[in-house]
C-alpha cells in the first residue's frame, strides 16, 4: 500500500503523477457548510464542466417536469435532457446555491430556494427526484411531507440515508 508520505516524497513517473493528483487544493481555510463560497464555487464550475457522456437514464424517458431537490446545479439535467428534450427543470437547493447556479438558467432549467416557488414556475410534476438531500435538511420529516405533498406521478428517491430513532 502506498502512503501519501510515499507519493509525495517523488520517485517513479508513476509516483510523480499520483502526487500532482492528490496535492492538496489551495484553500482560504476550514471549509464547514455547504455555503461556503469556495465550495459553492467548486460544486458550480463541477457542474458546468460535467459532460454526460453515455450515462443511460430510462426513468427520464418522456417525462415533462422534474423537480429536483438538492439538484445543486443542474448536472442531473444535463444527463435527462438526453433522453426529454423538451423537458423542463427546476432544482431546489439552498438560498446561496440557487444564487449562484442561476447563471446558468435558462427557459428549461431554473433554480429555487423553496419547494413552493419551484412548484409555482413547474406546475403539474411528473418527476420529483432527489439524491442524497433529505437527510440534510434542518427537519426531514417536514420537507418529506412537503414533497410527498406535491403529488408528482413519480418520486425518484437515490441514495437516502436514514436513521430510526426508538
Not at 73 to 99: F, Q
Amino acid at each position: 500500500m502506498i502512503s501519501r508520505f510515499d507519493i509525495v516524497a517523488g520517485g517513479s513517473p508513476m509516483r510523480q503523477r499520483l502526487a500532482r493528483l492528490f496535492r492538496p487544493m489551495p484553500s482560504a481555510g476550514e471549509i464547514s457548510g455547504y455555503e461556503h463560497p469556495e465550495l459553492l464555487e467548486l460544486v458550480f464550475r463541477k457542474a458546468a464542466a460535467f459532460q454526460p457522456g453515455g450515462f443511460e437514464w430510462p426513468d427520464m424517458a418522456g417525462v415533462s417536469s422534474v423537480l429536483d431537490f438538492g439538484g445543486g446545479c443542474g448536472h442531473h439535467y444535463k444527463s435527462a435532457v438526453r433522453h426529454s428534450p423538451d423537458v423542463r427543470w427546476a432544482v431546489v437547493e439552498t438560498p446561496a446555491m440557487a444564487k449562484r447556479a442561476s447563471e446558468i438558467a435558462t427557459n428549461r432549467l431554473r433554480f429555487f430556494s423553496s419547494i413552493d416557488d419551484a412548484h409555482d414556475w413547474l406546475g403539474d410534476i411528473d418527476m420529483m427526484h432527489s439524491n442524497s438531500a433529505l437527510q440534510y435538511t434542518d427537519d426531514a420529516i417536514k420537507t418529506l411531507r412537503e414533497l410527498c405533498g406535491l403529488r408528482a406521478r413519480t418520486m425518484l428517491w437515490l441514495n437516502m440515508r436514514c436513521r430510526v430513532r426508538s
